[in-house]
């Protein structure tokens, strides 16, 4: 069975420009997370789907960041425009259902903003 | 106060030890607990969950003490290749929460 698919794995970007991340969950996963790791910390919850609606976008700096799923597959992360301080790893996960069911992370997508 | 607070370490041990892993959470409505496992510049994955009962999975035991709010790992006969930070987590509202994580190297 194919894992959580992102891409791209690494970005570099100039400040102020815009930059876009793409996530394909497991198959039948209903849930759709997107989070950010700094260096030296644990994952922080940005945004969580339920199919195609957006239940947790808390964390989501919203005067820079979007973040859609159509369809209830596929989501895309985007951030516009890019701040130094954007620079860490875009992490996707994806469960069946529920928060506590196992959430399976995809391999990440490293920006650095210069 | 951090919601999830862990000892950074390193921890260096040698093949075959015993070590200890503790976690510590602030908020009482925390509903499941978990490990997750990160190896270097890789994605962090499900290691366990932690029951009240505590749980033991080969080499490894989870336990929970909810009235200290308190998590532990324990992690017998260390390999090579249980190196790796080891993230706890926990469900606060619907929401994982996970702490900075603690480097766990294992030495020949």
């Known amino acids: 069975e194919a894992g959580v698919v992102q891409s791209p794995r690494y970005k570099i970007i100039e400040k102020k420009q815009p930059v876009a991340f793409w996530c394909n969950p497991i198959?039948?996963?209903?849930?759709l997370y997107w989070y950010r790791q700094n260096l030296g910390q644990g994952p922080e919850l940005l945004i969580r789907?339920?199919?195609?609606?957006?239940?947790?976008d808390s964390q989501l700096p919203k005067d820079r960041f979007s973040a859609e799923r159509l369809k209830g597959v596929d989501s895309t992360l985007k951030i516009q425009p890019a701040e130094l301080g954007d620079s860490a790893v875009y992490l996707c996960?994806?469960?069946?259902?529920?928060?506590?069911?196992?959430?399976?992370f995809g391999p990440g997508t490293r920006l650095t903003v210069l | 106060r951090k919601e999830v607070e862990q000892d950074p370490g390193p921890f260096n041990v040698p093949e075959g030890a015993t070590v200890a892993f503790n976690c510590t959470y602030s908020?009482?409505?925390?509903?499941?607990f978990f490990w997750y496992r990160q190896d270097c510049r890789k994605e962090p994955k499900l290691l366990m969950s932690?029951?009240?009962s505590g749980n033991e999975d080969g080499r490894f035991t989870a336990q929970l003490n909810r009235a200290s709010q308190y998590i532990s790992l324990l992690i017998r006969d260390s390999k090579l290749s249980d190196s790796a930070t080891y993230l706890c987590?926990?469900?606060?509202?619907?929401?994982?929460?996970f702490g900075t994580g603690t480097r766990l190297l294992v030495s020949p």
């Open positions: 996960a994806s469960s069946l259902d529920r928060v506590t069911d196992t959430q399976y």
């Open positions: 198959s039948g996963h209903n849930t």
């Open positions: 789907y339920e199919n195609e609606e957006a239940v947790d």
């Open positions: 908020n009482s409505a925390s509903q499941s």
């Open positions: 932690v029951y009240s």
């Open positions: 987590v926990v469900n606060v509202f619907q929401k994982l929460v």
